[in-house]
C-alpha cells in the first residue's frame, strides 16, 4: 500500500505485460492526472497500458469525450493502445459475471481482457477490485481519501 492524495491496494503483483485502465480511472485520471504517477513512482514506467473500447465507450456514456481522454491519457503515460474486446472475451465475461455477483457487463469484458493480457486492471471501483481478487487478476485499487 502507498500513499499520495490517493490510496492505492495491490491485490497481486502486478504481471510484466502493462496495465488495463478502467473506465472509473480513466475519468478520474482526466480530472486529477496527479493518479497517474504510480506509473512512474513505482517503477512501472515503460509497461504498456491498455484502454478497451468498452472502458471509452462508458466514458462517453458518461458525458465525456472519448478523443480528450486519449490525448490526456497520452500526455500522461506517453502512449496508450487501445484494443477492441472481442467476442471470445464478452462470452468469457459473461461467464465470469455468473460466477461473481458483484461483476457486471462493462466491467466483465474488461475483466476478460485483462485476465487473457495477464495486465494489471487499474480502477477506483471496490466491486470490480473484489472480482480481480476472486478471479486472481492483478489489480490496483485507487480510493480517494
Known amino acids: 500500500m502507498f500513499y499520495m492524495r490517493t490510496q492505492s491496494m495491490i491485490y497481486s503483483k502486478p504481471k510484466n505485460n502493462g496495465f488495463t485502465l478502467d473506465t472509473c480511472f480513466l475519468i478520474q485520471a482526466y480530472k486529477n492526472p496527479s493518479l497517474a504517477s504510480f ?6 514506467y515503460g509497461a504498456k497500458i491498455f484502454i478497451t473500447e468498452i472502458a471509452l465507450n462508458e466514458v462517453e456514456h458518461k458525458g465525456f469525450d472519448k478523443t480528450e481522454i486519449l490525448l490526456k491519457m497520452k500526455h500522461l503515460f506517453g502512449k496508450v493502445i487501445v484494443k477492441d474486446v472481442t467476442n471470445e472475451e464478452r462470452i468469457f465475461g459473461q461467464k ?50
Open 39 to 44: 506509473y512512474f513512482h513505482k517503477g512501472y
Open 96 to 145: 465470469l459475471e455468473k460466477m461473481c455477483s458483484v461483476l457486471h457487463a462493462g466491467d466483465s469484458g474488461i475483466l476478460a481482457f485483462t485476465k487473457r493480457t495477464s495486465t494489471c486492471l487499474v480502477t477506483l471501483d471496490k466491486n470490480l477490485a473484489k472480482s480481480c481478487e476472486f478471479f486472481n487478476v492483478s489489480c490496483i485499487l485507487f480510493q480517494i481519501i
